[in-house]
């Protein structure tokens, strides 16, 4: 595969990156994910699960074992959600590199055409 087609092909996907990032930030500013999501799920389930938690004497193992596998499932997802928006960030950065670097590999191909 030549320098532009590799090139070309690292620019579509780090669009798609960028695409992936944009809808998670449109996502976030969505009043009712906000509210499910964000305030209830990330802060008020939290609390309450962790205050569960500390109250070992009235739970079984099982069930102490299930709080901690929701708190963790719940952390899984927002660790998640700050991965695509540290890749999308570094797709653009890349991306604006990529621009410059095919070019530069289109007019090396061109030079060796002619």
């Known amino acids: 595969m030549s320098a532009s087609k ?3 092909k690292d620019i579509k996907q780090n669009e798609e990156t960028i695409k ?3 809808a998670l930030y449109r996502l976030e500013k969505n009043r ?3 509210k499910i ?3 209830y799920l990330l802060k008020e389930k939290v609390i309450s699960l962790v205050m569960e938690l500390a109250e070992r004497e009235k739970q079984s ?3 102490q074992q299930s709080i901690k596998d929701s708190l963790k499932a719940i952390s899984h997802v927002s660790l998640l959600m700050d991965e695509i ?3 999308g ?3 653009i950065r890349n ?3 990529n621009r410059e670097e095919l070019k530069m590999a289109i007019l090396e191909e061109e030079r060796e055409n002619e």
Do not use: G, P, S, Y
Request: proline content about 0%; charged content about 35%.
């Open 61 to 63: 193992v099982e069930e």
């Open 32 to 34: 009712d994910f906000k």
């Open 85 to 87: 928006a540290n890749a």
């Open 6 to 8: 590799e090139l070309e």
């Open 95 to 97: 991306i604006n590199n």
């Open 37 to 39: 999501f964000t305030n």
């Open 20 to 22: 992936t990032m944009e």
């Open 89 to 91: 960030e570094m797709a």
